[in-house]
Nanobody
Framework: QVQLQESGPGLVKPSQTLSLTCTVS??????????WTWIRQPPGKGLEWMGA???????YYNPSLKSRTSISRDTSKNQFTLQLNSVTPEDTAVYYC???????????WGKGTQVTVSS
């Protein structure tokens, strides 16, 4: 059974960097052909795909967030990490990590973690 768990601070100050980690169990993040993804949902809005890191280590970003986003991984810990720079209150959201297949099926999700950007 594949499980994903987000972790990180629930409160970030404006202009700082939001950093979240997704710990994966039941599967290796280097296994072909999966993509490990970050998604968020601001209050009252829909889901927004932020980016992904592939089994190969290649990264992909939402163009609207690319200048502020970095996704990396630690294969020894089977974790991948999201960094979002220069946050504003508009970055307040529930952040999810998930696994996508090459066929863009998203069949495993973390439970999500609330991040609030506020001074």
């Amino acid at each position: 059974q594949v499980q994903l768990q987000e972790s990180g601070p629930g409160l970030v100050k404006p202009s700082q960097t939001l950093s979240l980690t997704c710990t994966v169990s039941g599967a290796s993040i280097t296994t072909n052909y999966y993509y490990w993804t970050w998604i968020r949902q601001p209050p009252g809005k829909g889901l927004e795909w932020m980016g992904a890191i592939a089994y190969s280590g290649s990264t992909y970003y939402n163009p609207s967030l690319k200048s502020r986003t970095s996704i990396s991984r630690d294969t020894s810990k089977n974790q991948f990490t999201l960094q979002l720079n220069s946050v504003t209150p508009e970055d307040t959201a529930v952040y999810y990590c998930a696994r996508d297949t090459e066929l863009q099926e998203r069949n495993y999700w973390g439970k999500g973690t609330q991040v609030t950007v506020s001074s």
